[in-house]
């Protein structure tokens, strides 16, 4: 299955996993179809394995961000609605 394919299924599985495409057949136009099927990261073969583990790392980094902002909203909802039934 090609890279892009993969992205498309995984939008609907696994929304919420980054997704890092590595690639030996670069070009701008599959760069921009890459990143608007929702990858996070953008790489070309031969890869740096330091290169590699520096992007999987961010990417981790901001898979914890995302998760942990979400968790925030969501006690931040539930403590307004709180107070907002305690006013009632």
């Given at each position: 299955?090609?890279?892009?394919?993969?992205?498309?299924?995984?939008?609907d599985m696994v929304p919420r996993t980054r997704?890092?495409?590595?690639?030996?057949?670069?070009?701008?136009?599959?760069?921009?179809?890459?990143?608007?099927?929702?990858?996070?990261?953008?790489?070309?073969?031969?890869?740096?394995?330091?290169?590699?583990?520096?992007?999987?790392?961010?990417?981790?980094?901001?898979?914890?961000?995302?998760?942990?902002?979400?968790?925030?909203?969501?006690?931040?909802?539930?403590?307004?609605?709180?107070?907002?039934?305690?006013?009632?």
């Open positions: 299955m090609e890279g892009l394919e993969l992205l498309k299924l995984m939008k997704k890092v495409i590595v690639t030996g057949f670069p070009s701008m136009q599959n760069a921009i179809n890459a990143l608007n099927k929702n990858a996070d990261a953008y790489l070309i073969k031969p890869v740096n394995p330091e290169k590699l583990l520096t992007t999987i790392k961010e990417q981790l980094r901001q898979q914890e961000s995302e998760r942990f902002f979400s968790e925030q909203k969501v006690v931040e909802y539930i403590q307004s609605r709180v107070k907002e039934l305690d006013a009632e």
